[in-house]
């Protein structure tokens, strides 16, 4: 059965046993967040496992969605090997709905997720984009903090966010984020170590995507 719009979801599980919902987040009347937590407060004898459907990796966002009974999440554009591990996943083997492990550098997930997409060649190039991307922004987060400029590193935060975010690089793509947001009212000192800590996070982020596709990319190379 086919939902058109949040409201129409929770009339359907209130009305019908289902095992599993498949839940877009952004639909016309009520976002999927408020229609999963809509059916949690339906009393339903069985509740059904609520999987999301997202293009936002980010773990605020996962927490949220877990606040709301939402068992797992299949990011956008949905793909069959994702959607069917999800489904198939006992949720009696999860310690937590999120599928990202407390401290996780890398979304395992929504990285092969994209690989599957894009497959090995232009994953290859995203690598390397994003490494020397990264590496430039680290280089005017820098400037901008030790120039005490809150606007340049905002900017730059938010740039450094959005490149993170295309290779699940989540702690990088969350505390770039945050960092951001904060910009304006960090002081010089709180600049320097927002600055530090970032340097810090990419370098570690990327030595462990290094880690995961450097095989796959000799393999694609030879």
């Known amino acids: 059965m086919i939902a058109t719009n949040g409201a129409s979801a929770v009339a359907l599980a209130r009305d019908h046993a289902f095992d599993i919902i498949l839940m877009d987040l952004h639909m016309p009347d009520m976002d999927g967040v408020e229609a999963a937590s809509r059916i949690g407060k339906l009393g339903l004898p069985k509740m059904p496992r609520i999987i999301a459907v997202t293009a936002d990796v ?8 877990a606040g709301a009974g ?16 999800a489904i198939e996943d006992d949720p009696a083997q999860e310690t937590t709905a999120t599928q990202l ?6 979304d395992r997930h929504f990285l092969d997720d994209q690989k599957e997409l894009l497959g090995p060649a232009q994953i290859e190039k995203l690598h390397h984009l994003l490494e020397t991307t990264s590496a430039m922004l680290i280089e005017d987060i820098d400037r901008a903090a030790t120039a005490g400029d809150s606007k340049r590193l905002a900017r730059s935060a938010h740039q450094l966010g959005s490149a993170a975010g295309a290779l699940g690089l989540v702690r990088l793509f969350d505390r770039s984020r945050e960092i951001e947001l904060a910009a304006p009212s960090m002081s010089l000192p709180e600049c320097e170590d927002a600055a530090r800590e970032l340097a810090a996070l990419r370098e570690a982020s990327m030595r462990t995507l290094n880690d995961l596709l450097r095989p796959a ?3 694609s190379g030879s």
């Open 217 to 219: 990319e000799q393999h």
């Open 101 to 106: 492990a407390a401290g996780a550098l890398i």
């Open 58 to 65: 980010s773990r605020s966002a996962r927490e949220r969605l």
């Open 70 to 85: 939402i068992a797992k999440v299949v990011s956008k554009p949905i793909l069959v090997n994702a959607l069917r591990e």
